[in-house]
Every structure is written in structure tokens, then in C-alpha cells.
């Protein structure tokens, strides 16, 4: 049975993490074993738990307790629960709580690229996309439409940052990612993937065409909000892909375009 408390002392530092912590403070990159994240709704911490992340505390709303969070807490024997009611926890921690329920936990020790990519056929490389929102979104996709991991750059904005991990509904716990160690994209050929850079060049090749559906492992790269690949970036890639568009819209969001391009060129779609 979980260790119920009421929440009577802002103060308390065991409601640190919760309040008074940023996301980069809870990442901790000079103790990474010590590193920690916040997951947001009992869709997202189900999500967690069965990827048996190992949870810390759990700040929820008082009416949850019996509630939709009740199958949750059994499965945290041990674990602190700190409870309030509504008004108190938006005020405790500045913003309001999707479902009513936050749980801190533990991050695991980040996997190698070669070893996530082994046996896989179809992954996404993020280049420097920094909202945590497109994150989640893209991640989301790729678990949906059949690729099957996600490498990121040094300069994305971390999967297991709250928001990332609550767009993307939880499948940040259900796909395999990493980060990659550099921006350079010889690791991932030197591992036998043909390289797809998705923007707008004269020279693109249309994300139907069969000659990528036909490609035994590929790795589609998708660039930063805004301004998206470098030049450099897409003229060491052996494809530049588009999706044609229709009454002048030039571009979509690296959310949608990845739904698009993934339902196309994602394993389950061939």
C-alpha cells in the first residue's frame, strides 16, 4: 500500500521536484545515475510503470485516490503519495495537472545507437528540433505508423521531459530512443542505412516514391521548427524527400509532416 500524505508544508523537499526543479535540474547531467523525470496522467505513468520505470513519489489530486489513480497506487507499494486538492497543487506547482496525477521517477542509463538500431529496418533522426511538444508528437507517430526507433541530436529537446512525454501519450515508453552522440550521420550509414533528409529542395524526390519503399533499412531525418535541415545536413544524405503539397501551403510542421511520411514509408504501411 502506498504511503498516503497530505500535503500541509510547501516547504517539505520531498515536493522539490515537483515545484521547485527544472526540467534540465531533474535530467542531471553531471550525475546522470541520479537523473529523474516527471510523468503527467495515469495514461502516461501506466505507460512508465509497464516499461518498469521505477517511480519515486506521486503528487495527485485527493479525488483520485480512489478513483482513476487507485490501479496505479497498487502498484506502488512503498511509494510516497503527496495529495492536495486542485486549487493547492495548481498553486504548489504553477500550472494545472492533466488528469489530476504527476509521478517522479528514476530514468534509466541511456542505450547505445548500435545497439538500438540493430536488426531495425526504418528509424527517425531529429535534427535540433528543441520544442518538447513536436518531440513528444513525432515519437508518437513513429511508434503509431511502424518505425521503429528514434535517434535524436544533441541539441532536441529531451523525450522525458514532462510535456514531450505527455503529448506523445506515453509511447516515449514504448519505442526505442536514444541520443546520438554528434550531429554527424556517419554512425548511422556505417551501420548500412540509406539516409532520407525530408525539405523542400528542387531536387527532392517525393515521399511516394517507390525507390524508398524499396530501401532495406532507412533512416528518415526530419529538422529543427522553422528553419529545418542545414544545407550540410541534407547534401550527406543519398535522398531528399518532399511531400507534395497542395493550393500553395509551401510546408507542415515537423509534427504533421512526420505522420505523413511515416504512414508512407513506416513498416506496417509497405
Same mark, same amino acid.
Request: glycine share 6%; net charge negative; with cysteine.
Given at each position: 500500500?502506498?504511503? +498516503?500524505?497530505?500535503?500541509?508544508?510547501?516547504?517539505?523537499?520531498?515536493?522539490?521536484?515537483?515545484? &521547485?526543479?527544472?526540467? @534540465?535540474?531533474?535530467?542531471?547531467?553531471?550525475?546522470?545515475?541520479?537523473?529523474?523525470?516527471?510523468?503527467?496522467?495515469?495514461?502516461? +505513468?501506466?505507460?512508465?510503470?509497464?516499461?518498469?520505470?521505477?517511480?519515486?513519489?506521486?503528487?495527485?489530486?485527493?479525488?483520485?485516490? *480512489?478513483?482513476?489513480?487507485?490501479?496505479?497506487?497498487?502498484?506502488?507499494?512503498? #511509494?510516497?503519495?503527496?495529495?492536495?486538492?486542485?486549487?493547492?497543487?495548481?498553486?504548489?506547482?504553477?500550472?494545472?495537472?492533466?488528469?489530476?496525477?504527476?509521478?517522479?521517477?528514476?530514468?534509466?542509463?541511456?542505450?547505445?545507437?548500435?545497439?538500438? /538500431?540493430?536488426?531495425?529496418?526504418?528509424?527517425?533522426?531529429?535534427?535540433?528540433?528543441?520544442?518538447?511538444?513536436?518531440?513528444?508528437? #513525432?515519437? =508518437?507517430?513513429?511508434?503509431?505508423?511502424?518505425?521503429?526507433?528514434?535517434?535524436?541530436?544533441?541539441? /532536441?529537446?529531451?523525450?522525458?521531459? =514532462?510535456?514531450?512525454? &505527455? #503529448?506523445?501519450?506515453?509511447?516515449?515508453?514504448? +519505442?526505442?530512443?536514444?541520443?546520438?552522440?554528434?550531429?554527424?550521420?556517419?554512425?548511422?550509414? @556505417?551501420?548500412?542505412?540509406?539516409?532520407?533528409?525530408? @525539405?523542400?529542395? *528542387?531536387?527532392?524526390?517525393?515521399?511516394?516514391?517507390?525507390?524508398?519503399?524499396?530501401?532495406?533499412?532507412? @533512416?528518415?531525418?526530419?529538422?529543427?521548427?522553422? *528553419?529545418?535541415?542545414?544545407?550540410?545536413?541534407?547534401?550527406? /544524405?543519398?535522398?531528399?524527400?518532399?511531400?507534395?503539397?497542395?493550393?500553395?501551403? *509551401?510546408?507542415?510542421?515537423?509534427?504533421?509532416?512526420?505522420?505523413?511520411?511515416?504512414?508512407?514509408?513506416?513498416?506496417?504501411?509497405?
Amino acid at each position: 500500500m502506498s504511503d +498516503i500524505i497530505e500535503i500541509t508544508d510547501f516547504s517539505d523537499s520531498r515536493l522539490d521536484v515537483y515545484a &521547485r526543479l527544472t526540467e @534540465a535540474q531533474l535530467l542531471n547531467k553531471e550525475f546522470p545515475e541520479k537523473g529523474m523525470f516527471i510523468a503527467e496522467s495515469p495514461k502516461v +505513468i501506466t505507460r512508465a510503470l509497464d516499461a518498469e520505470y521505477e517511480p519515486v513519489s506521486v503528487l495527485m489530486e485527493t479525488r483520485h485516490i *480512489d478513483g482513476e489513480g487507485k490501479p496505479i497506487l497498487e502498484r506502488m507499494s512503498g #511509494v510516497p503519495v503527496f495529495c492536495a486538492e486542485f486549487d493547492i497543487l495548481t498553486q504548489l506547482t504553477g500550472f494545472k495537472l492533466t488528469r489530476g496525477m504527476l509521478c517522479a521517477m528514476r530514468r534509466k542509463p541511456l542505450q547505445n545507437v548500435k545497439d538500438i /538500431c540493430k536488426d531495425k529496418s526504418r528509424i527517425v533522426i531529429l535534427d535540433k528540433v528543441m520544442n518538447p511538444a513536436n518531440v513528444g508528437a #513525432v515519437i =508518437r507517430s513513429a511508434a503509431a505508423l511502424g518505425m521503429d526507433a528514434v535517434l535524436l541530436t544533441p541539441g /532536441c529537446s529531451d523525450p522525458l521531459y =514532462r510535456r514531450a512525454a &505527455r #503529448v506523445s501519450m506515453g509511447t516515449v515508453f514504448q +519505442i526505442e530512443w536514444t541520443f546520438l552522440s554528434d550531429d554527424s550521420l556517419d554512425e548511422i550509414k @556505417a551501420l548500412g542505412f540509406k539516409t532520407a533528409a525530408m @525539405a523542400l529542395e *528542387d531536387n527532392s524526390v517525393s515521399v511516394e516514391d517507390p525507390k524508398l519503399l524499396r530501401e532495406e533499412k532507412l @533512416a528518415v531525418i526530419m529538422g529543427t521548427e522553422g *528553419d529545418g535541415l542545414s544545407d550540410q545536413t541534407i547534401k550527406n /544524405c543519398d535522398y531528399t524527400v518532399k511531400i507534395p503539397m497542395c493550393n500553395g501551403v *509551401d510546408s507542415l510542421n515537423v509534427a504533421a509532416a512526420s505522420a505523413v511520411a511515416f504512414y508512407r514509408l513506416g513498416n506496417k504501411r509497405q
